[in-house]
């Protein structure tokens, strides 16, 4: 069982930033693909970045793509979303999830398996 623990939401004028955290518990950790998805209301959730256990590869949604930085600190159970010019389209809750199978790092939410609560991000225009 993995728990999972946002934080660092808020509000942020447009093109501000802000670094969301998810602390998780659970002694492989380390091992398992994480993944973060946002969900606008009214809207599907939408992934937004993902990363594997080594950090040799990442993967990122065409929206936020050069704009976000996702990583992972393994020793603190810890992964991170750096997100940078933001804009009010990415006003959402946004979520932390662990993809604890062994295949491929994935864009899809259905291969997740533990997901946090969120943590809230508005962009004011």
């Known amino acids: 069982q993995v728990q999972l623990v946002e934080s660092g939401g808020g509000l942020v004028q447009s093109g501000g930033s802000l670094r969301l955290s998810c602390a998780a518990s659970?002694?492989?950790?380390?091992?398992?693909?994480l993944g973060w998805f946002r969900q606008a209301p009214g809207k599907e959730r939408e992934f937004v970045a993902a990363i594997t256990w080594n950090q040799r590869s990442t993967l990122y949604a065409d929206s936020v793509k050069g704009r976000v930085t996702i990583s992972r600190d393994n020793a603190k159970n810890t992964v991170h979303l750096q997100m940078n010019s933001l804009k009010p389209e990415d006003t959402a809750v946004y979520y932390c999830a662990v993809d604890a199978g062994r295949g491929l790092i994935s864009s899809d939410h259905r291969a997740y398996d533990y997901w946090g609560q969120g943590t809230q991000v508005t962009v004011s225009s």
């Open positions: 659970g002694r492989t950790f380390n091992m398992y693909k």
